[in-house]
């Protein structure tokens, strides 16, 4: 069933100059190993009219609807919360690394540190206090942010879970992309 | 989320954060906390101080940071400064890694062994103090005060940091005169010649512009917060042109982009202007009462054929004239010209054909109109004549030395300055700089800085490829470490630069360190006791307009204040060149030997012979990650590559080479490695690599970096560097 609260990503691509502020804010907050990014930012070459250009995807756990790492995780690692954030409790992964793989989208590192898997938990100590995460605060032409999934789909017409670089999957992805300008 | 909440609100910052609690609260009432780090939200409690980013970045973001128990925690944008906003980019949020560094020189050190060979003895400051000015006195004495040279530019933009702290020391001392024009001065020149100023409109005014035309600027380098704004106008209708011959982020997202080659923009203005003229979207009302020299243009449009500029820029002409037809049909342009593109032997020559497309449009007079280039009002409008000790120096004809030609000052056997024999220096002291890789031509430099009879003393934060070659190395204090003021050169803000914490180590601030030496030297004049405040209260006692109304209590209590410059700028159709009106055709072009009009000479005309046929024009740009030689060792910025090149598909093809393969750069001057990144990003017979990368740090082998390539020659007019006339080879590795 949709979930009305359900919290995602909103990016709008057209926007992002892939300058990686994002990833760099990301790590500071959670406070990571300096090889370790729970948001990546990727560069696409594309064709466009006479040439190419450039477009930045800026990604990180898409707090799936169906969630593919919580499906298989044997220790009970992951759950999803009212707000359809899926998050890890690290203290109850055992480093199987089975969500690795069966994340498609490439959210779940294993820290060399412990062995254990780590990846975006939408900074939910942030959330919980009314704020953005840390990428979303960290952006400074603001075109990342936090929204209720529901209510973008319903006020912006431009947005979908299409992008370059991103697509709709059996997991059901919860980023949407919006598009302001043609 | 109770717990997390009461831990949270311990905090001095809690009423802010409370105010800005967003819509995002009611639905998750009943979440669960598993798997949170409520840890993590510590860091954002304590005393908030403010502190401006003092990095070479014409956006100058104002910074909040958090303070417990004397250790910085926590830094975000003041969002309270609304041009510069809540989030600062990446390298002013890394802006506690950057100060807290393990990397860090924390002592002072004397150096034991060879020139270069890294081994070093751990002295007190005083006994360092003794040493420096026993030297420095005895080559005074021995070869005069002009023997010794200050080297210093933009690791510190704060106006104690940056000039009143080392010129005081400068002045008193009489050393030979540094000339600190890496950067901008070629187009100061070039933006004279056409409207007599380059002090432009307020660029919170995009808003109301119909057309943003960015020459040669990439916002994403130096000035991500403006972007924001950008956008903001772009949604509201605002059309965005770009010009640069390296595709920056921003190019991909313009409505009309061209990638000319290399240097060829007085021929793509030229081309500009024909169409805008042939169409009859010229200005006559303004041309007429507002300029001179139309004519003289006319003539000198028609000399080049549309064949002929196509041929030269490499621009389709279809591309040029859809971009003339948007700037010749709308009614406000703001032009944005970059600080990168007059890095080259015509840089006044293209920077005055880049202004002259506002003058036949007229776009003047207007809020949301005119071009922004450095508007240096707000430090330019401190009292730093009086701050810097102008006053104390006795030897006020001492020879001059410009900064980029470093390597010829300090050459062992042949010193030069200007082209002509100089007086040899014997004692150099570094701060806020690194000359070996941030000059151009690093092997020069480092034959130069080996020298056994030139006394070498650097004080930085970090062991940077300069400090390697010192004589005593000093620990300096981060700019968070002192107070300071500074100006932006984008808008028009003066701020705070509050100490945020006390220095780490046994690090000095600029000041405190030139105050000391000054001491040590005998001076006993009474600026050489001021305080950070006294001077802070020096710079502002000005006579400037611009400041009107802002006085040091005032600023010290709202942390930044606009300058109140009227609008819109050059609204009264005077204009400050010989004729009092915008000149088409200028004498003081004519007189500096160039076309009066518009000047067709490209850089590779006046390379030498073995120079000018290597295969490829290499462009040293900036990248969003790092500024100049600063945040190559910082944690989080460090894994984020900056030892690359970019080529085009077709020269990746002609060479063999693919993504992630190690290629060799040469010329004459050198050689550095880097790993491919094959793009269309800049054009075929172009490359890119990253400006000011650190050699010690070059995972491809430290025997060069971008600067071991690059011609020292300057640009010409304004006596700047000229980095981008630069041409390589390539070779796979
Ligand atoms: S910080 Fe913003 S603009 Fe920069 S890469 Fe991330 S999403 Fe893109
Ligand atoms: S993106 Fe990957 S890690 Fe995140 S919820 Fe979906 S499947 Fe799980
Ligand atoms: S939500 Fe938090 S953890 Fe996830 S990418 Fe953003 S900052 Fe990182």
Known sequence: ?182 | MKINRRTFMQGAGATAILSSLSGLTPGIANARTTGAHSNLLAKRNGEVVYHSCLRNCAARCLLKFRVQDGRMTYVSGAEEQAKTGKAPCLKGQAYVQYTYAPDRILHPMERVGAKGEGKWRRISWDEAYKKISDRLKSVITEHGSESILPYSYSGNYGAIGMSASGERFWNRIGSSILERKVCTYAAYDGLESVYGTFLGPDPEDVMLSDVYLNWGHDETVSNTIAIKLINKARDNGTKFLVVNPQRTPLCNQADVYLQPKPSTDVQLCAGIMKYLVEKDLVNHKFIQEQSIGYDDLLKRLDELSYDEIEQITGVPRAKMFEFAQILGENEKTMLRMGYGFQRNFNGARMSRAVAMLLGVTGNFGKRGNGLVYDNIHAGAGLNQSIASGKYMRKNKDAQRINMTEIAKAIHPTNPTSHDKPSKPIHAMIIYNGNPVVVAPDTNAVIEGMKREDLFVVGHDMVMTDSLQYCDIILPSASQFETDDIVGDYHGYYIQVCQKVIEPVGESKCNWTFFRELGQAMGFEDDVFKASNDDIIKELLDTDSPDYKGVTYERLMKEKFIKLDIPQPVLADGKYNTPSGKIEFSSKLMSDAGYHPVLDWQLPEEEMEPKERNLPFRLLSSGVPQRVNSSFYNVKYIRAIPAYYVKINPVDAKTYDVKDNDVVKLSNHRGEARFVVIVTEGVLPGSLMTPKCNWLRMNPNGTEGCTNSLTTDKLTDMGGCSAYHSTRVDLAKA
Not at chain 1, 16 to 44: M, S, W
Not at chain 1, 96 to 124: E, F, Q, T
Not at chain 1, 150 to 169: P, R, T
Request: negative net charge.
């Open chain 1, 1 to 182: 069933m949709e979930n009305k609260h359900q919290l995602g990503f909103v990016f709008r691509q057209e926007n992002c100059i892939g300058c990686q502020a994002c990833t760099v804010a990301c790590q500071i907050h959670n406070e990571l190993p300096e090889d370790v990014r729970f948001r990546k930012v990727d560069r696409y070459e594309v064709p466009h009219e006479d040439g190419t250009k450039d477009i930045w995807l800026s990604h990180s756990c898409m707090h799936c609807g169906n969630p593919g790492c919580l499906m298989v995780c044997p220790s009970q690692a992951y759950s999803v919360r009212d707000d359809g954030l899926v998050v890890l409790d690290r203290d109850k992964c055992t480093g199987c690394g089975l969500c690795v793989n069966a994340c498609p989208y490439d959210a779940v590192v294993m820290l060399k540190s412990d062995g254990k898997a780590a990846k975006c938990n939408m900074c939910i100590e942030l959330i919980d206090q009314g704020l953005k995460p840390a990428c979303v605060d960290g952006c400074p032409v603001e075109c990342l942010d936090v929204d209720r999934i529901h209510s973008v789909l319903q006020q912006k017409s431009s947005a979908s879970k299409q992008g370059i670089g991103y697509g709709n999957c059996i997991t059901k992805p919860n980023m949407l992309i919006i598009k302001e300008r043609a």
